[in-house]
């Protein structure tokens, strides 16, 4: 029996209190009864909330549901500490613990707020209830060979990100999903991320061939990045619909 997936979903935010789903995806070689599945704030040792249940070989995907009370929030660079949290999801049988996943999480009130206003339309992100004035930069690969990039160099930008009171950055088009760590400091410093999807500057081909392997790279990263509270918006593209419209 193993985890495959965590997804922390943060149904509701507040400063009184958090709401919050962890969905939990598990595998399983036989069908088991009375499995435990727990998570637990690792620094104080609580357990939030527990699920009990039968699983059946093969996939299955249980829902624990828990409240934080007056939660610590994430904050950008420049609005306050970006507090994270570390929920660790136990998986157990039989008394056995047979698997264990912590996620690092920063629990956030994140919109983006388009709607009609005097001049057009409004495009800002409001971060527990308060407007961020972006100020950032776009972000392309550090090296033509990407495994050249180092951990001292990933916090050596995010330690000038920071210094120059930056809290966004975009992950451009025609670059590459970055590393972890790259999402894993943006967490740490409080830096929001506009992440595109890796298509830019040119027309795609549509065929369903084609279009399965792009859901599949969209799904994908989907599943790994959800759960980083620096992440603020996902972009469909670099210059494309520009491109076809326009030049």
């Not at 699983?55 to 549901?65: A, S």
């Not at 992950?171 to 991320?193: K, M, P, S």
């Not at 084609?210 to 959800?226: S, T």
């Amino acid at each position: 029996l193993r985890i495959n997936d965590v997804f922390i979903e943060q149904k509701e935010v507040g400063a009184g209190r958090a709401v919050i789903a962890g969905h939990v995806e598990l595998d399983a070689d036989k069908d088991m009864n009375g499995v435990l599945v727990t998570i637990t704030d690792e620094v104080t040792g609580r357990v939030l909330g527990e699920w009990q249940a039968d699983l059946k070989r093969g996939t299955n995907r249980v829902t624990v549901d828990f409240v934080l009370h007056k939660p610590k929030l994430w904050w950008s660079n420049g609005l306050g500490e970006p507090f994270l949290y570390r929920f660790r999801t136990d998986i157990i049988a039989g008394g056995e613990l047979l698997d264990s996943k912590t996620e690092r999480v920063g629990i956030r009130s994140l919109k983006v707020v388009h709607q009609p206003d005097k001049d057009g339309h409004t495009f800002y992100i409001e971060l527990n209830g308060r407007p961020v004035f972006a100020k950032g930069a776009n972000y392309i690969p550090q090296d033509a060979l990407l495994t050249n990039v180092t951990t001292e160099r990933y916090q050596t930008l995010f330690r000038d990100i920071r210094e120059a009171n930056m809290n966004v950055i975009r992950v451009w088009g025609g670059g590459t999903y970055e590393d972890d760590r790259f999402y894993d400091l943006a967490d740490e410093n409080g830096i929001l991320v506009w992440q595109d999807f890796m298509f830019a500057c040119t027309p795609y081909p549509s065929d369903p061939t084609f279009l399965k392997r792009v859901e599949a790279e969209a799904c994908y990263n989907i599943r790994r990045l959800r759960n980083h509270a620096s992440l603020a918006m996902w972009c469909g593209n670099n210059e494309i619909l520009e491109a076809l419209k326009y030049w």
